[in-house]
């Protein structure tokens, strides 16, 4: 496997100045993760792959070079190794450009062989126009992308000056455009128009405010299992778990972030996954840092429980129930590795879904869920 192609765009992490002076001990993340110090390793067997990524001019910061991606790196490698069966590689951090294009040009280029790959990419630092950059690389493979975000705002104030308030726009109408559906998790009401969310539903995309995540989180499973993309802004946890949120008080806990990022590494199809919007020099003693790193910690998690999953191939491997509503006739699988489930849709396609879906269908009644995958058509 060649990385040749991608060894220009980045920069190696220079880990004396991540690691205490006694370095990191056995049973740490820093002595197992495979890092780029001048040479690219060899990640062929790489079940996770991180790169660093330091543009934050989107969001009217001067660059800082990567002491963002740096902070999180160092918090991560402090963290202990608990996943044996979960390989991961670092390959550094994404070099800057003159221009923010530049940049994007270049972040777009990594993703972009790393999906050819077929890794899962974890992309810390930079602000959360970087999006962006994420979205662009599938065109490499091609693929109509499923994309998630969570964020405390919907970036789509087409008013505003920096691309971090209105990036959106261009995931959402930039041509040419393989969009395929866009989910948002965590919204908070008082930062949005009341008209955007119209907007949003005409065309047919899934808006799910804070409140309504928080009370039943295990939703969010299924939103995320369906996504080939995440991204995520530090604005989405309350600045008492991530202090350098500086946009809000409110948001998810640190724990809820924490199980939305495992949900993304259970899900075989979430290929990658940005956390965005953290500035080093904003946190207070470097806990948003140890936050996101711990988060990261949760992907590995999942990644390791997504081992675990049969493909629906595997049909043994599942308990099958027969359901009727509303003069359907359909079928959900529960898998007896994960329990999570899938039910079928009216075109025999299987489609992610939770314990819920199972309980409304078995009422009679039509899942949301499945109304709004028939709308989408």
């Known amino acids: 496997m060649s990385l040749s192609s991608?060894?220009?765009?980045?920069?190696?992490?220079?880990?004396?100045?991540?690691?205490?002076?006694?370095?990191?001990?056995?049973?740490?993340?820093?002595?197992?993760?495979?890092?780029?110090?001048?040479?690219?390793?060899?990640?062929?067997?790489a079940d996770i792959v991180i790169i660093g990524a330091g543009e934050c001019?989107?969001?009217?910061?001067?660059?800082?070079?990567?002491?963002?991606?740096?902070?999180?790196?160092?918090a991560f490698y402090d963290l202990y190794y608990w996943h044996a069966q979960v390989n991961i590689a670092?390959?550094?951090?994404?070099?800057?450009g003159?221009?923010?294009?530049?940049?994007?040009?270049?972040?777009?280029?990594?993703?972009?062989?790393?999906?050819?790959?077929?890794?899962?990419?974890?992309?810390?630092?930079?602000?959360?126009?970087?999006?962006?950059?994420?979205y662009h690389a599938y065109t490499s493979i091609p693929t109509l992308v499923n994309a998630v975000v969570a964020?405390?705002?919907?970036?789509?104030?087409?008013?505003?000056?920096?691309?971090?308030?209105h990036f959106l726009e261009e995931l959402f109408t930039g041509l040419p455009n393989h969009l395929n559906h866009y989910a948002h998790i965590g919204f908070q009401s008082y930062f949005m128009h009341p008209h955007m969310l119209e907007t949003i539903d005409k065309l047919r995309f899934d808006c799910f405010r804070l409140g309504v995540v928080r009370e039943s989180i295990e939703e969010m499973e299924p939103v995320i299992r369906d996504s080939h993309m995440m991204s995520f802004?530090?604005?989405?946890?309350?600045?008492?778990?991530?202090?350098?949120?500086?946009i809000t008080p409110n948001g998810f806990n640190g724990e809820e972030a924490c199980v939305l990022m495992q949900y993304a590494g259970m899900s075989w199809k979430t290929s990658t996954i940005g956390?965005?919007?953290?500035?080093?020099?904003?946190?207070?003693?470097?806990?948003?840092?140890?936050?996101?790193?711990?988060?990261?910690?949760?992907?590995?998690?999942?990644?390791?429980?997504?081992?675990?999953?049969?493909?629906l191939s595997e049909i043994e491997r599942f308990k099958e129930?027969?359901?009727?509503?509303?003069?359907?006739?359909?079928?959900?699988?529960?898998?007896?590795?994960?329990?999570?489930?899938?039910?079928?849709?009216?075109?025999?396609?299987?489609?992610?879904?939770?314990?819920?879906?199972?309980?409304?269908?078995?009422?009679?009644?039509?899942?949301e869920r499945w109304l709004r995958a028939l709308e989408r058509e």
Not at 339 to 367: F, T
Request: hydrophobic residues 40%.
């Open 6 to 45: 991608i060894q220009d765009f980045v920069e190696p992490v220079n880990l004396d100045l991540l690691s205490k002076d006694e370095g990191y001990r056995d049973t740490q993340l820093g002595k197992h993760v495979l890092v780029n110090q001048g040479t690219l390793p060899d990640i062929s067997n």
């Open 57 to 74: 001019r989107g969001a009217g910061y001067a660059l800082n070079g990567h002491a963002a991606a740096d902070a999180i790196r160092a």
């Open 90 to 96: 670092d390959l550094g951090n994404v070099k800057l």
């Open 98 to 134: 003159q221009s923010i294009a530049d940049s994007y040009a270049a972040l777009r280029t990594v993703i972009s062989e790393l999906l050819l790959q077929n890794k899962k990419v974890v992309i810390i630092g930079g602000s959360h126009d970087l999006t962006l950059a994420q």
């Open 151 to 165: 964020d405390a705002k919907i970036d789509l104030d087409l008013e505003a000056r920096l691309p971090s308030d």
């Open 233 to 246: 802004d530090i604005s989405a946890i309350q600045n008492a778990h991530a202090p350098a949120n500086l």
């Open 275 to 311: 956390l965005f919007g953290y500035q080093a020099e904003q946190d207070h003693k470097g806990l948003t840092a140890i936050q996101m790193a711990q988060m990261i910690w949760y992907i590995v998690d999942g990644v390791q429980k997504g081992k675990k999953e049969a493909p």
């Open 321 to 367: 129930f027969h359901i009727a509503f509303s003069d359907i006739d359909t079928k959900f699988l529960q898998s007896k590795s994960t329990g999570r489930w899938w039910m079928q849709l009216h075109n025999e396609q299987w489609c992610p879904c939770s314990y819920k879906d199972y309980l409304v269908a078995s009422n009679n009644e039509i899942p």
